[in-house]
């Protein structure tokens, strides 16, 4: 998608965050929901958000995906600046799939609407929408069910249409909000392989937010400890385990290892 | 010896020996229980030798009916109370609709029209019919829009719940795809108040007949309502019967009609689906 005529495309799937809170003001004061937090995403780096309810993790990601306005500070996505004024940077946010965590599928449309969604309101035509439906749900492993309805499949599955739908229109990030906390032990280890050969075979850059610390080190190659009273960014762990990764990798002692001090470090911050 | 065996059995396997009601299909309990009480309609008017004047007998009232089917008189007048409520329904649907969707989109103006709407919900609309056919006269106007005017608080409201009741998530979806105003109406608001504006139909499609055979009952002389007001006139109570069970008959064409625009519009929600046993 870069071209040299565009030098600040160079950075589609890089995010920066310069000094970015976030704060409400209610009738009992200023409840602040995410201290000053700094940081920046590389292209193509798959970063984990973790924590506890209540740490901010939601409205971090909800601030980069331009749900929620800054009350201070900077996004910048692909070189572009999120927020002008009180308006959303088109560029920034075409650069932008939000995988909710409960699907968020219209059930008014069938899988195939639903995925070429993006693309219906980019004005694709019909064709080339389907087209491209039938690519999606093969890369996601849902091939078979573009005709069906939403309330026809299962939660691993609509969630599967969901990431399709986000990765329709080919944007340079994908943010992911919880996208497996609603589905049972076995189906999320699974759909945390399959999000791991999407992410290998789309080079896309993921930023997801989960609490499970398992889930957070099976696929991150950074992860971002957050802590609450006020939500901020506590430490940044680095996982370099080759990719891809195997389910068999939790049961390792280096994993475990990962997973052990990070639960230490949550639950020390937890008791103050 | 057969009731030992029966002890001995699984109580879902004796209980499986019973004839039970609940075995019947469910239609055909329905339409036995119709066959008891014309049965004992007509029992009892033979019986206890009341006036046809009164209460005819359920076999006199068919065989006017049966009669009058064969007649263009019945037909003339059904078809201008089907003209009526279907011009009366349409007017109210799109003015519904559209009114609807304006305020459900427009919550500073919902809330300033509401007052009106609730006193207009708690008028007895049909108090105001006589205001209708002295201001459109006794012809086709009047009972068009008293059958619009029924039919629209219905869809009116439905369409206004509808439209507000899209879920936070599916909102966050749109603005996440930077959809437009009308591009979010199209594939969001609008599908997603469908099933409500359809259960609006429903009340309204029979408001609509309601409001027809009404103004037809307070003036002129086209359609079902002014038919039954002759027969009354005439004490033709058999055929008065008739005449009601054939505009019973029409409100239920309607409102199967209307099951049928649920099932074609909504065929991904819950309510148009058949029933699970």
């Known amino acids: ?272 | 010896m057969n009731t030992d065996v029966k002890k001995e059995l699984h109580p879902t396997m004796a209980a499986r020996r019973v004839y039970r009601l609940s075995d019947l299909p469910v239609w055909l309990c329905s339409l036995a229980l119709l066959a008891l009480v014309l049965g004992l309609w007509e029992i009892l008017v033979r019986a206890l030798d009341i006036s046809p004047f009164i209460l005819p007998p359920p076999s006199a009232i068919l065989r006017e009916w049966v009669v009058s089917l064969a007649t263009p008189v019945l037909w003339d007048h059904t078809l201008v109370t089907v003209l009526e409520t279907l011009l009366g329904f349409v007017i109210a649907l799109v003015t519904g609709v559209a009114t609807g969707a304006l305020l459900g989109k427009n919550p500073r103006l919902e809330k300033i029209l509401n007052p009106f709407i609730v006193t207009t919900q708690v008028v007895p609309k049909v108090a105001i019919v006589p205001l209708f056919v002295l201001w459109f006269g006794f012809g086709l106007t009047s009972k068009v829009l008293v059958a619009a005017m029924l039919a629209y608080f219905p869809i009116l409201t439905n369409t206004i719940l509808g439209v507000k009741s899209v879920s936070h998530g599916h909102r966050d979806v749109m603005i996440t795809l930077n959809a437009s105003r009308w591009q979010t109406f199209r594939n969001l608001e609008l599908p997603n108040a469908m099933p409500y504006i359809i259960t609006g139909m429903e009340v309204g499609i029979v408001l609509a007949i309601i409001g027809a055979v009404v103004g037809e009952y307070l003036g002129g002389t086209q359609g079902l309502g002014a038919m039954a007001v002759k027969e009354m006139n005439s004490y033709n109570t058999a055929r008065l019967f008739a005449v009601i069970i054939h505009m019973s008959i029409v409100g239920f064409v309607f409102y199967a009609a209307v099951g049928v625009c649920r099932r074609i519009a909504t065929p991904w929600h819950e309510s148009a689906s058949p029933p699970r046993s």
Request: proline share 5%.
């Open chain 1, 1 to 272: 998608m870069s071209t040299p005529a565009m030098p600040s495309q160079t950075n589609n799937g890089g995010i920066q965050l310069l000094s970015v809170g976030k704060h409400y003001d209610t009738q009992q004061g200023t409840v602040q929901a995410l201290a000053k937090t700094d940081f920046s995403i590389e292209e193509g780096e798959f970063v984990v958000l973790l924590g506890p309810s209540g740490c901010g993790k939601t409205t971090l990601l909800r601030l980069i995906a331009g749900l929620l306005k800054p009350s201070m500070g900077t996004v910048t996505v692909g070189g572009h600046a999120l927020w002008r004024d009180d308006r959303r940077d088109d560029a920034a946010v075409a650069d932008l799939g939000v995988v909710f965590q409960d699907a968020e599928l219209f059930p008014w449309f069938t899988i195939e609407e639903n995925i070429a969604l993006p693309l219906k309101l980019r004005g694709v035509d019909r064709a080339a929408r389907k087209q491209r439906a039938c690519e999606l749900c093969k890369l996601v492993g849902i091939s078979g069910f573009e005709q069906r309805y939403p309330r026809e499949l299962s939660g691993g599955m609509r969630q599967r249409a969901a990431i399709a739908r986000a990765l329709s229109y080919d944007p340079a990030v994908l943010l992911m909000d919880e996208p497996f906390g609603a589905l049972d032990a076995m189906t999320r280890d699974q759909m945390n392989v399959e999000l791991q050969r999407i992410w290998i075979a789309t080079a896309k850059t993921i930023v997801l937010v989960t609490h499970s610390i398992s889930e957070a080190v099976f696929l991150a190659d950074r992860i971002l400890l957050l802590t609450s009273r006020p939500g901020r960014v506590d430490e940044v762990t680095p996982v370099d385990f080759p990719r891809p990764r195997v389910l068999g990798l939790q049961a390792t002692d280096p994993f475990q290892h990962i997973v052990d001090r990070l639960r230490e470090r949550l639950e020390h911050k937890h008791e103050h």
